[in-house]
């Protein structure tokens, strides 16, 4: 489990072990835009304030996901025990 802050929307959930932070933010109220929910498509894609996401999208290219600037919220989790989104 980790903390997701929205910084925008001024709200902080957690995300459980096999929930998406997608699915976490929505219930915290937070508009989410989502399309395929598997990583594909890009639509999820936000921008990470803080934190280290762990990447399970495939639309990012390798540099992307280095650089750890956005995270596709459908998908991935994260590796810090905070993230702190641009939501
Ligand atoms: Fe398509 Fe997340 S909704 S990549």
């Known amino acids: ?3 997701v802050v929205a910084q925008r929307s ?3 959930v957690q995300v ?3 929930q998406r932070i997608s699915e976490a933010l929505r219930e ?3 508009e ?3 399309s395929c929910e598997a990583g594909v498509c890009g639509t999820c894609y936000t921008r990470v304030l803080e934190g280290e996401p762990d990447h399970k999208d495939s639309f990012q290219t390798n540099a992307e996901l ?3 600037e956005g ?3 459908c998908c991935s989790g ?3 025990p905070r993230l702190v989104l641009d939501v």
């Open 16 to 18: 459980s072990v096999g």
């Open 1 to 3: 489990a980790f903390t």
């Open 10 to 12: 001024g709200i902080e």
């Open 71 to 73: 995270i596709a919220i």
């Open 32 to 34: 989410i835009e989502m």
């Open 66 to 68: 280095a650089a750890n």
């Open 78 to 80: 994260s590796k810090s």
């Open 28 to 30: 915290a109220g937070v």
